[in-house]
Structure formats: C-alpha cells, structure tokens
C-alpha cells in the first residue's frame, strides 16, 4: 500500500460532524410546538361579509372550480345583490391567490391558518367568515 | 446459468430514483448490461391542461412542473408571455426575479446534496442540506406566501413587494451559507468514501455532450462553459459579475464539485442583487384583465438556466385569451432517457442511485 496516495484529509474531516451532538436540537416537538407561520403565508380563506357582494369573480377565475357561490340568509350586506358568498373545497383549491386578486371591495382574503383535519370530508367545503 | 442475465426495475417505488420513473436493468451479476428508461408514473399533462385555460390561470400551473425548482418555470411563462404581448418590466421586478431565481437555485442545489449524499448511505449530509433548504423556504414563505409553490413570477412582473427588512434577512442567511460551506466540504465534497464512490463513475464523453445536446452540469462537468445566464443574458444578468464553474473530469466527482461551486457563485449573484437592487420601481406592471388578456398570433422561445441546466419555454398564441400552444424543454428528457441509458450500461448496480443523481432528473418535467 502506498501511503502517499491515501487521503487522509478526506478520511478525517468527515468525524468533524460530531461536532452536531453538542449543537441545540433545531427540530421542535410537534403538536405541544408549532411553527410560527410568516405574515405573508397563504392559508386559509377568509371573507369579510359585511363587504362581500357576491360577484362570483373569485368563482370565475378559479381553474379548480374549487369555489360555488351558495346563498345566504343571514350576515348579508345591501350591496350583496346575488345574495350568494363563496364556498372553498379544499379539496379542489391550490392557494394560488387569483380568488383574492380579482375580488372588487377586497374582502376575499388567505389568512394564516393553515391546519384542518376531520373525519367528515365534508367539513373540507368551507365558507369563509369574518376573521 | 453463468450467462443469464436477470431483469430487475430499479423504480418507481425505489428510494434511489428521483422520482417516480423507472428504469429496467438486465443484470449479468452486479453488472448492468442494458438499462432502459420508463416513465408514465406520473403523466399529468400539462402542457394540455395550459392550453385549456386563460393566460392568468395557466400561471399558476407551471410552477409544480418541478418541485424541486419551481421558479424557473414561472421565470420562463412570464417572460413568454411578456415577449408576447410586449411587456417591459420596472429594474426593480428584474432584479427581484433575479433573486428568486439564485435563491431556488441554491435550494435546489442543496435538495440535491441531500439526494446524492443519500444515494451512497451519507444519511447525514441530507439532514443538514435539508434543514439548510428550509431556511431558504422560510425566506420564501416570507416572500411569496408559499413554501414550495411559490406562484410569485407573474406576467408583468413579481406579485408583492418585499417585506420589511427582507434584504437584511437573506443577506444574514448569504452569511451562515459561506460559513456552511466549508462544513459541507469536510463531510461531503471532500469525503474520501464520495470521493472513491463518484470519481470515475458515471463518465460522459465530451463530443457526445455537445452533439446530444446535454445541458448543465452533465455538460459543464465536462470542461464546456455553457450557461443561459452568460450566453444569452436574461432580467439584469448582463450587469452582474459571476463565474461559469466547470470541471474535467466528465463524471460524477466533476458534476458534483460544479454544483458547489454554482452555490458559491448564486451567492455571489445574491449578494450583488441586495446591493445594486432599485430602491424604488413598479413592481407589477398593468396588465389587462382575466378575460381581456389576449396573445397576439405570434410565437416565442424563452430560456433561463435552472439548477440543472437550460429550461426553456415555447408558446404560441392565437389571438384569444387563451394559449394555442406550450412546449417545454427541460434538462430531464435528454439526461434521463439518452444519458441515463448510456452511462449505466457496464456499471454496478449500486451505481444507479448515483449516477440517476448526478444528472438532475426530474420526471414531471419528461410526463408534462
């Protein structure tokens, strides 16, 4: 064996990540700490129904056809001719933001809230309230 | 009995594959002696479903052509379809665009490294690439909205501005990257085991990079300085300094140290963006609405350099709101067909993984 040809370097520098066990976890322990979600982040959809008017430009642009407007009785402005609001089937939605963009009096927004779960599949069609 | 050769399919379901695709191997013991590429694991058809819809909703599709890298894509539809209607951007979207772009470049390279270093038992170098991809993400996420999507390019520009304090931010992250760095060298790039595992495997013949048409790293690793970014200069890299990094070796080793190198180089592209960005500019120019949008009856070819070579678009419009016709070109198609078949042929089959890594393939991107 030629020792010349060995490369000790490269044999040696790789013991260097040990160094990692005396570093603090960088992991937290989910559920008891969750991330905190940034200003910005697209979650789920809220809707300001006091300015909702019930254009359906948000269902219009959808590609997903994840948003039906279904009508309401109750929490409906004047302006709201249609009488309708948007319902979000997250099973359809890609948080792509075009519903929010194209709505008149900006009342469609994505807050941050980001977690559902449920056994009833139907409870993923959701009406976006008041936030 | 000494001469059978035994088929195996190394894939879809294959912690070594990128991806779901395949490739069938006629094995003569641990010798490959033909390989053969299958994909149709995960057709979703997008250039199809573009061609379905309005130029404003086909945007939000084209990111998830590549999850990995997902901004090159919406780089290249918005620039098509800016060079179709004959939008001009503000220098301030440019050199946003420009960030966006190094900052998934440097995510995408260290995407990679985890599936390199997985591919020959490094367990621990993808743990630290992968939580360093995140602190990008985390920037992203800030930036756009979204971790992994980030539906941010658009047609006229970039759709926010940045938030307060984000320069400073990505310059601290520029920072922990040069002291990381070197950390990665002494477990990775500079590990005697990688070193004897990727020297000398996986070898692409110069002239056939050239007339095959390989792109990336698969051709810079070859010693051939090809790069969109300097060739043909796109958004404000014509006013910044970088190098093109390439190697000799022709193999895995070279394609390797190309992609660290190209990580040093995003940050320095980076850290020349927080500098030189307009402090103030437009930051989405006016564009028409949903419906309104129109493409005139013409066609475009845009290219920009993703982290595993050139990707480009075609697009054709007709004259209504919706696109006649998108093509993409990817790196994947030539590299995972063509190149993967030839390379692997005569090598052992725990060269697979390694080799399937070295080249960037993404099978999306060959099924869009």
Redesign the interface.
């Known amino acids: 064996m030629n020792f010349n040809t060995i490369?000790i370097?490269?044999?040696v520098?790789?013991f260097?990540?040990i160094g990692k066990v005396f570093e603090h976890p960088?992991t937290v322990c989910y559920p008891d700490q969750t991330k905190v979600?940034?200003?910005?982040?697209?979650g789920f959809h809220t809707n300001v129904l006091a300015d909702c008017i019930g254009c359906a430009n948000c269902q219009?642009?959808c590609?997903n056809d994840a948003i039906d407007m279904v009508s309401i009785d109750e929490d409906r402005n004047d302006r709201n001719k249609s009488g309708c609001i948007p319902r979000i089937d997250y099973g359809r939605c890609?948080?792509?933001?075009?519903c929010v963009?194209?709505c008149p009096p900006d009342s469609l927004k994505?807050g941050i809230e980001c977690i559902q779960a449920d056994a009833d599949s139907n409870n993923f069609l959701y009406y976006p309230k008041d936030k | 009995m000494d001469n059978k050769l035994i088929k195996i399919y190394h894939g879809p379901q294959h912690p070594g594959i990128t991806g779901n695709m395949s490739v069938e191997l006629d094995l003569l013991g641990e010798t490959i002696k033909r390989a053969r590429t299958h994909v149709g694991y995960l057709h979703r058809g997008f250039e199809k479903l573009i061609e379905r819809?309005t130029v404003?909703?086909?945007f939000?599709?084209v990111c998830r052509l590549c999850v990995p890298e997902p901004d090159p894509n919406e780089e290249n539809f918005a620039r098509a379809v800016e060079g179709l209607v004959g939008l001009e951007i503000s220098d301030r979207a440019k050199y946003i665009r420009v960030m966006v772009q190094e900052m998934s470049r440097i995510a995408a390279q260290m995407l990679w490294m985890g599936g390199q270093s997985g591919s020959i038992g490094m367990g621990?170098v993808g743990q630290w690439s992968l939580?360093d991809r995140d602190l990008i993400l985390?920037l992203f996420?800030?930036?756009?909205?979204?971790r992994v999507?980030h539906?941010y390019t658009y047609p006229g520009g970039v759709?926010?501005d940045l938030?307060d304090g984000f320069l400073g931010r990505l310059s601290e992250l520029l920072d922990y990257f040069d002291k990381k760095l070197p950390?990665y060298?002494?477990?990775?790039f500079?590990?005697?085991?990688f070193?004897q595992r990727a020297m000398g495997v996986g070898v692409i013949c110069k002239d056939e990079a050239l007339q095959n048409g390989y792109v990336g790293q698969a051709l810079r690793g070859c010693g051939i300085k090809r790069d969109v970014r300097r060739d043909n200069p796109y958004l404000v890299y014509d006013k910044l300094e970088f190098e093109i990094p390439t190697y000799d070796g022709c193999d895995v080793y070279s394609r390797a140290m190309v992609r660290r190198a190209e990580i040093k180089e995003s940050i320095k592209i980076l850290r020349q963006v927080i500098e030189q960005m307009p402090a103030e500019g437009l930051i989405m120019q006016k564009i028409p609405?949903?419906r309104k949008f129109k493409l005139p009856k013409d066609d475009i070819y845009v290219a920009s350099e993703s982290a595993r070579g050139e990707f480009g678009y075609y697009m054709a419009g007709d004259g209504s709101e919706k696109i006649r016709r998108m093509q993409v070109k990817g790196p994947s198609l030539i590299h995972g067909y063509t190149l993967l078949e030839n390379l692997l042929v005569d090598e052992e089959l725990s060269n697979v993984a390694l080799i399937m890594n070295s080249l960037g393939i993404c099978p999306p991107e060959i099924e869009r």
């Open positions: 490369d370097k490269g044999i520098a790789p260097s990540a960088k979600v940034s200003e910005g982040y697209r219009e642009i590609m890609c948080w792509c933001n075009l963009d194209v994505l | 819809r404003i909703q086909a939000t599709i621990t939580y985390d996420e800030e930036l756009t909205g979204g999507y539906m759709r926010r938030p950390k060298d002494s477990i990775f500079d590990n005697a085991t070193k609405k949903h």
